[in-house]
């Protein structure tokens, strides 16, 4: 079983391409020029943004797991073009040269509105605010309406084997309130995730990933060493990035990571 891999040099890709190549899968990865191939995979160079690229990439493939992503930038017409014009192009040529595929994106829980009244489920309407969720749900529904065989893994707060996400979390949160509680995955556990998505275990649908238990920002900050100041004062919108997770316990999936206290003891952190 061939599998593309984009974005595989990324947070997420760099962990997840070595764990399906031991899972028996023959990995093949898009690689920019002057990228460094990562072991276990077979390289074939091209660019999501460039159409012509693709088809030798994506020739003879069982399936592509899309991971190439832009989010941590202030440029919004470059997030637009990677997120929602890169997976057109992409859908496009496995349209074309593989339609027999499964396509298996990534996504994100914050593509849920600020205010649900409950935890994320997969199937409440989202219309988020920012660019990045924003061209991930646009990202969504075109393969949603591809025609093709779909999977979309709506991943939480990733961290994990020494990424250093976790510990650059309290650079990030800003004036955050320290009781506010988000879902986390481990890399581990995106790994069974994409796996069970290859073996077909989640075929047309979106589906969140995420551990047991989301934790407040003020118990992550304590755990890396960067305490929060504490407060009493009411939550807005308590269940903003906490995601419901029935689905996936439904089709199969059991986080082997439970919960980010199981890392942190564990060392995997």
Known sequence: MTVLITGATGLVGERLVPRLAEAGFACRVLLRPGKDCPAGATGVTGDILDPSSLAKAVTKISA??????VFRTQDTDL??????????NL???????????????????????KDNPHPGRE?????PQ??????????????????????ILRFPFVYGDGDGHLESLPDHVGAWHPAQRMSTIH??????????????????????????????????AGIVGSPMKS??????NPWYLHVDTSLARSLGFRPGIRT?????????S
């Open 187 to 220: 890399h581990r556990d995106i790994a069974q995730a994409v796996t069970l998505a290859l073996r077909g275990a989640f075929d047309r649908r979106v589906v969140n990933i995420a551990d047991e238990a989301p934790s407040s920002i003020y118990e992550l």
């Open 91 to 113: 859908i496009a040529a496995v349209k074309a040269h593989a339609p027999d595929a499964r396509f298996i994106m990534s996504s994100t829980s914050h593509v849920y509105n």
């Open 64 to 69: 592509v797991v899309h991971l190439a992503a």
């Open 123 to 127: 199937d409440d309407p989202v219309d």
């Open 260 to 268: 980010v206290y199981q890392a942190w003891q564990e060392d995997i």
């Open 79 to 88: 997030i637009w073009k990677s997120n929602l014009d890169g997976t057109r």
């Open 231 to 236: 407060s009493a004062e009411p939550l807005a």
């Open 130 to 151: 920012h660019a990045y969720p924003a061209s991930k749900v646009a990202a969504e529904r075109e393969l949603r309406e591809s025609g093709l065989n779909w999977s």
